[in-house]
């Protein structure tokens, strides 16, 4: 496999970058232009000695802002593990350098885009979760790895990696164009990964847990639902478990993602917006197409909808029955499983009726399987694609169980777990399972939905507790603010980072950036201020009788409530709206 560099030396002039590859043996070093911003190959006799001289730790890509192209790189990164003896990294730290040497050449109004963007682009590059590898492609399962051709051994990186999962695949479209200069660039996964070694029966193994987020309909909670018209679904996220013995290796993998048809759930001040199915659209189109994928990459799918069937929640159940149904497709099964119904009043023992009536489908899917020389000797056929409302709190709960029957078989097969016992008497391993899983779905929930997830008291112990309800209260009011009032502004910064907004400098005037407010958006909340303050007022500074005080009291009480109703009304107005992509195409 064609490897990429993995150290390097930042040579910084005024006209030029030179990047050289620090690795043993290595003699090239990578220029760009910054005036031309051309990238070539040339040798280290070439670097002249004026430059500034940095280490970095690789190159997460270039994008064009409104001061011109900006170099991102990644100035630290942390050690995560070793898998089947390749490093696994963890981008920590990122630098972005302008190619311009000034920006005295931009208008005032330019200079407050520029700065804009570049606070969405460290938005992105600041939300934790990026993972590489220079001599491993993390973004394909054990599984895919498994059934490839020689002549995608002989690939780069970049040109073999699942496209779903690089996160850097805009950022490094310059270096697509050029394969010569691949080397110099590897795919970076967002998500989470963990890497732990274990010890059960004194025999020490590896165990590995990794999600990958898809880049495709990547977004926020409220504002990217449902799934576009090529079928990708929001929230998208694939999870591996991956256990290794004695040279012999067994994975595990399930999906999660968005129900697959066209709905929307627009933030617009209420705690819970009630969602939206379009009625404009043909669902069955993009349904069909978002399966089609599913069933050819993963094979047979098991649908877990965990919504509620009742309130807002069900006509998205029922239309999420009758599209599967409508289909008629015998590679697609739908459970429905009403896990806030089941698990009420902290009956989370119930939990164990959908594992027990999956059970005999995972053990028909299995798990892939390599024995220590190399062999397959078991392949996963199918998977299970769970999903509740954001894919996050639910959905974990649900796979971490599914997970763990399946490492029950796994190690039994390899000889870690003897006849009869049982994973969950094995306290330490434990431990280590329901905390790392706890910390996965901690890191979906806040690429997704801003905040660490709910509900992984359960997770990290196996019961809910007081404490874990008070938590999930919290979590829940500082969800509500995110994603009320800086949401939009998030989801901005993932359509910029991805290219699927792309700033176009060479165009003077007014960016999407500058969408002026209407007049109700400063005045209301101003008036509701005033009237509540001088309700305040009128109860601490008490007239002469009691009836005028409670006029004035009324009146002003009765101001701030009435503005208080009509700022709720027009909720959609005061939220943080996103501006570089249109509604129409997020939808």
Same mark, same amino acid.
């Given at each position: 496999?064609?490897?990429?560099?993995?150290?390097?030396?930042?040579?910084?002039?005024?006209?030029?970058?030179?990047?050289?590859?620090?690795?043993?043996?290595?003699?090239?070093?990578?220029?760009?232009?910054?005036?031309?911003?051309?990238?070539?190959?040339?040798?280290?006799?070439?670097?002249?000695?004026?430059?500034?001289?940095?280490?970095?730790?690789?190159?997460?890509?270039?994008?064009?802002?409104?001061?011109?192209?900006?170099?991102?790189?990644?100035?630290?990164?942390?050690?995560?593990?070793?898998?089947?003896?390749?490093?696994?990294?963890?981008?920590?730290?990122?630098?972005?350098?302008?190619?311009?040497?000034?920006?005295?050449?931009?208008?005032?109004?330019?200079?407050?885009?520029?700065?804009?963007?570049?606070?969405?682009?460290?938005?992105?590059?600041?939300?934790?979760?990026?993972?590489?590898?220079?001599?491993?492609?993390?973004?394909?399962?054990?599984?895919?790895?498994?059934?490839?051709?020689?002549?995608?051994?002989?690939?780069?990186?970049?040109?073999?990696?699942?496209?779903?999962?690089?996160?850097?695949?805009?950022?490094?479209?310059?270096?697509?164009?050029?394969?010569?200069?691949?080397?110099?660039?590897?795919?970076?996964?967002?998500?989470?990964?963990?890497?732990?070694?274990?010890?059960?029966?004194?025999?020490?193994?590896?165990?590995?847990?990794?999600?990958?987020?898809?880049?495709?309909?990547?977004?926020?909670?409220?504002?990217?639902?449902?799934?576009?018209?090529?079928?990708?679904?929001?929230?998208?996220?694939?999870?591996?478990?991956?256990?290794?013995?004695?040279?012999?290796?067994?994975?595990?993998?399930?999906?999660?993602?968005?129900?697959?048809?066209?709905?929307?759930?627009?933030?617009?001040?209420?705690?819970?917006?009630?969602?939206?199915?379009?009625?404009?659209?043909?669902?069955?189109?993009?349904?069909?197409?978002?399966?089609?994928?599913?069933?050819?990459?993963?094979?047979?799918?098991?649908?877990?909808?965990?919504?509620?069937?009742?309130?807002?929640?069900?006509?998205?159940?029922?239309?999420?029955?009758?599209?599967?149904?409508?289909?008629?497709?015998?590679?697609?099964?739908?459970?429905?499983?009403?896990?806030?119904?089941?698990?009420?009043?902290?009956?989370?023992?119930?939990?164990?009726?959908?594992?027990?009536?999956?059970?005999?489908?995972?053990?028909?899917?299995?798990?892939?399987?390599?024995?220590?020389?190399?062999?397959?000797?078991?392949?996963?056929?199918?998977?299970?694609?769970?999903?509740?409302?954001?894919?996050?709190?639910?959905?974990?709960?649900?796979?971490?169980?599914?997970?763990?029957?399946?490492?029950?078989?796994?190690?039994?097969?390899?000889?870690?777990?003897?006849?009869?016992?049982?994973?969950?008497?094995?306290?330490?391993?434990?431990?280590?399972?329901?905390?790392?899983?706890?910390?996965?779905?901690? #890191?979906? /929930?806040?690429?997704? *939905?801003?905040?660490?997830?709910?509900?992984?008291? =359960?997770?990290?112990?196996? +019961?809910?507790? %007081?404490?874990?309800?008070?938590?999930?209260?919290?979590?829940?009011?500082?969800?509500?603010?995110?994603?009320?009032?800086?949401?939009?502004?998030?989801?901005?910064?993932?359509?910029?980072?991805?290219?699927?907004?792309?700033?176009?400098?060479?165009?003077?005037?007014?960016?999407?950036?500058?969408?002026?407010?209407?007049?109700?958006?400063?005045?209301?909340?101003?008036?509701?201020?005033?009237?509540?303050?001088?309700?305040?007022?009128?109860?601490?500074?008490?007239?002469?009788?009691?009836?005028?005080?409670?006029?004035?009291?009324?009146?002003?009480?009765? #101001?701030? /409530?009435?503005?208080? *109703?009509?700022?709720?009304?027009?909720?959609?107005? =005061?939220?943080?709206?996103? +501006?570089?992509? %249109?509604?129409?195409?997020?939808?």
């Amino acid at each position: 496999m064609a490897t990429a560099y993995e150290r390097f030396n930042l040579h910084a002039t005024p006209e030029k970058f030179y990047i050289e590859a620090c690795d043993d043996g290595s003699n090239d070093v990578l220029v760009i232009d910054r005036v031309s911003t051309e990238m070539t190959l040339t040798g280290i006799k070439d670097i002249p000695p004026s430059g500034v001289t940095r280490p970095i730790c690789g190159i997460m890509g270039t994008i064009r802002l409104v001061a011109g192209m900006y170099l991102i790189v990644i100035t630290r990164k942390r050690k995560v593990g070793n898998l089947f003896g390749h490093t696994v990294w963890k981008a920590v730290e990122f630098d972005m350098i302008s190619y311009k040497k000034t920006i005295l050449h931009l208008t005032d109004s330019q200079m407050q885009d520029n700065k804009t963007f570049l606070s969405m682009i460290n938005s992105v590059l600041n939300t934790d979760g990026f993972y590489f590898c220079t001599d491993y492609d993390l973004t394909h399962t054990q599984q895919r790895l498994a059934n490839t051709s020689p002549d995608f051994q002989e690939m780069s990186l970049l040109e073999r990696a699942d496209q779903r999962f690089v996160w850097n695949g805009y950022l490094l479209r310059d270096f697509f164009a050029q394969p010569e200069l691949q080397k110099f660039a590897f795919p970076v996964v967002h998500g989470f990964i963990a890497m732990k070694p274990c010890c059960i029966n004194g025999k020490i193994f590896e165990w590995i847990l990794i999600s990958r987020r898809s880049c495709f309909r990547a977004g926020v909670r409220y504002y990217v639902r449902g799934i576009d018209s090529e079928g990708h679904a929001a929230n998208f996220v694939e999870t591996e478990q991956i256990v290794q013995y004695n040279n012999s290796r067994a994975a595990f993998v399930q999906t999660r993602g968005s129900m697959p048809f066209f709905w929307s759930q627009r933030p617009n001040l209420k705690y819970k917006p009630k969602p939206q199915i379009s009625g404009t659209t043909n669902h069955l189109d993009g349904f069909q197409r978002h399966f089609d994928s599913q069933v050819l990459i993963y094979g047979k799918q098991v649908i877990l909808n965990l919504v509620n069937q009742k309130g807002s929640e069900l006509p998205l159940e029922q239309a999420f029955a009758k599209l599967v149904n409508t289909m008629e497709n015998g590679m697609i099964k739908y459970i429905a499983f009403d896990f806030h119904k089941e698990c009420s009043k902290m009956r989370w023992h119930r939990l164990q009726i959908l594992v027990d009536a999956v059970a005999e489908m995972q053990d028909e899917f299995g798990y892939f399987m390599l024995n220590s020389d190399g062999r397959v000797m078991s392949e996963q056929s199918g998977t299970f694609r769970s999903n509740c409302m954001d894919c996050l709190d639910r959905t974990n709960v649900i796979q971490s169980l599914l997970a763990r029957r399946s490492l029950q078989s796994q190690l039994q097969r390899m000889g870690v777990l003897h006849v009869g016992q049982k994973i969950e008497e094995q306290a330490d391993f434990e431990k280590i399972y329901k905390n790392a899983w706890a910390d996965n779905a901690n #890191a979906c /929930a806040k690429q997704y *939905a801003g905040t660490g997830a709910l509900k992984t008291d =359960f997770t990290r112990t196996g +019961k809910r507790t %007081q404490w874990g309800l008070v938590m999930d209260g919290w979590n829940s009011m500082i969800r509500y603010y995110k994603n009320n009032f800086s949401d939009g502004f998030r989801q901005d910064s993932i359509d910029l980072f991805l290219g699927n907004y792309t700033v176009d400098e060479s165009v003077e005037g007014l960016t999407p950036l500058r969408v002026q407010k209407d007049w109700k958006f400063l005045t209301l909340p101003i008036v509701m201020l005033v009237a509540f303050s001088m309700c305040i007022i009128c109860l601490l500074l008490a007239g002469d009788t009691w009836t005028e005080t409670l006029a004035y009291v009324l009146f002003w009480g009765t #101001a701030s /409530a009435v503005t208080a *109703a009509v700022i709720l009304f027009n909720g959609k107005e =005061f939220v943080d709206a996103p +501006k570089l992509v %249109q509604k129409e195409k997020m939808d």
